[in-house]
């Protein structure tokens, strides 16, 4: 086991430094993955929906892609029995900005599916987002749920609380409708389709909490020279301060583990 020396506990004190004055985004570059918290149902529920948000299991994808051309998410293939779909219609609503920067972390989406060539069906929705531009993210896919031709009392609602590996940034929204009995993708409908889909403001509760992107606050920072000190490492061990205690440990792990 390597002893710690004074010159020892100093060099790492400036290494933290470094690391911590870059903000968060230097841990966000290494998440593995994105989490998110999503309830569903008609739109007729959406006050219940609300409440039960924060009660919501956790979804976990794949870390978010930005990079490369657009393209569609899925492949849109004729009906085998003729029959049309389309989403009539879809509305946004973002909320919660905790630290006023105007990047929001939670976000409704509404939309209205139709069976245009009439009857009724059963359906399920695949939701996605892209960051400015680059590729589609799958982030969550709802249950199965009847529509009724073009009837718009079967409207469908998602709301979703963005909880970690969104970056601050402008975000549109893509919706695909799949036929349930047949498993096919029967409509794809988004930006280009309707504005209330595009150039959405979000970021993940994460950085809306941290502030500004996630950069660390002069009173973090400071905890974190100090936290090299076996008095606040005590402390911290003791139960003080667990969520920055959580980041500082992080930031430790890896500067022992690179020596």
């Given at each position: 086991m390597k002893a710690y020396t004074p010159t020892g506990r100093w060099a790492r004190t400036a290494g933290l430094t470094l690391m911590l004055l870059l903000g968060r985004n230097a841990l966000a570059e290494e998440t593995l993955s994105r989490l998110s918290q999503s309830v569903e149902?008609?739109?007729?529920?959406?006050?219940?929906?609300?409440?039960?948000?924060v009660q919501a299991p956790v979804d976990e994808a794949a870390p978010l892609v930005t990079g490369g051309g657009r393209t569609a998410a899925s492949r849109l293939l004729a009906h085998p029995t003729g029959r049309t779909f389309a989403v009539f219609d879809a509305q946004t609503t973002i909320s919660r900005d905790d630290d006023d920067d105007g990047f929001y972390h939670r976000l409704r989406v509404g939309f209205d599916p139709?069976?245009?060539?009439?009857?009724?069906?059963?359906?399920?929705?695949?939701?996605?987002?892209?960051?400015?531009?680059?590729?589609?993210?799958?982030?969550?896919?709802?249950?199965?749920f009847p529509i009724d031709g073009e009837n718009t009392s079967d409207a469908y609602e998602v709301v979703t609380n963005l909880v970690d590996g969104y970056p601050t940034g402008y975000y549109d929204v893509l919706i695909e409708l799949y036929d349930a009995d047949?498993?096919?993708?029967?409509?794809?409908?988004?930006p280009y389709e309707d504005r209330d889909l595009a150039v959405l403001p979000l970021e993940d509760s994460y950085r809306d909490y941290e502030g500004g992107g996630g950069a660390m606050g002069p009173g973090l920072l400071l905890l974190a020279l100090l936290a090299v000190t076996p008095g606040l490492r005590s402390r911290r061990q003791g139960g003080a301060n667990r969520a920055s205690g959580n980041v500082i440990q992080a930031v430790e792990d890896r500067s022992r583990a690179a020596d």
């Open positions: 149902g008609p739109a007729s529920e959406a006050s219940l929906q609300s409440e039960q948000l139709d069976v245009t060539s009439g009857g009724s069906a059963w359906v399920y929705a695949r939701l996605y987002l892209s960051l400015e531009g680059g590729p589609w993210n799958h982030y969550f896919t709802t249950d199965v047949y498993d096919l993708l029967v409509d794809s409908y988004g």
